[in-house]
């Protein structure tokens, strides 16, 4: 049997080579609290993903600490919680555990070569938001426990990803920062 010569035949590889992170629920609403999943998304924020697959940029879910605090059965059936009630030892040991091994993964992508262009969060979320939690007191700006272990770590590896806060309430302007960091 002879060998094939690809030599001839190059196939260029088109692979995108840069990356965005999302929290799990943008594509994935279903493991919202219950009761939250509102403003016309029943399954994925279409928008912001839409946005991200025009640009052709590679689409990393990130894990929902919230869902597994407790094992996925509870989790998935859990009741809206403010920060206040997560921040708790055991829920940040979770999130610092799930935002190591997100960083071995930021690691090794940058390691090859590629890019990652942002780290995506979602408003409001005690784990995931970037600028904005509810609170006992309100409306505060504070980031969610899990974007909080994910800056820390990246600021102790000396990385730098911009991160960019999902409102699903006022997704026009969310889609306006994220095109700002995808044309670049």
Not at 158 to 171: A, L, M, T
């Amino acid at each position: 049997m002879k060998e094939k010569d690809y030599s001839r035949n190059k196939i260029i590889d088109q692979r995108s080579k840069k990356f965005i992170f999302v929290p799990f629920c943008l594509i994935c609403q279903a493991f919202q609290a219950q009761g939250i999943v509102k403003y016309g998304f029943k399954a994925v924020i279409k928008p912001i993903v839409k946005e991200i697959l025009r640009y052709d940029i590679n689409i990393i879910q990130m894990p929902c600490p919230e869902s597994q605090f407790g094992g996925y059965e509870r989790g998935l059936q859990r009741k809206p919680k403010s920060i206040d009630q997560y921040d708790k030892p055991a829920f940040r040991k979770i999130c610092k555990y799930l935002a190591k091994k997100v960083i071995k993964m930021i690691k090794g992508i940058l390691a090859n070569g590629y890019e990652i262009i942002a780290i995506l969060g979602m408003e409001f979320s005690p784990s995931c938001s970037v600028n904005f939690q509810y609170s006992q007191k309100g409306i505060v700006p504070r980031s969610g426990l899990f974007i909080d272990s994910l800056k820390k770590q990246l600021k102790k590896e000396k990385i730098k990803i911009p991160f960019i806060g999902i409102n699903k309430r006022n997704i026009k302007k969310s889609l306006v920062e994220l095109r700002k960091i995808l044309e670049k």
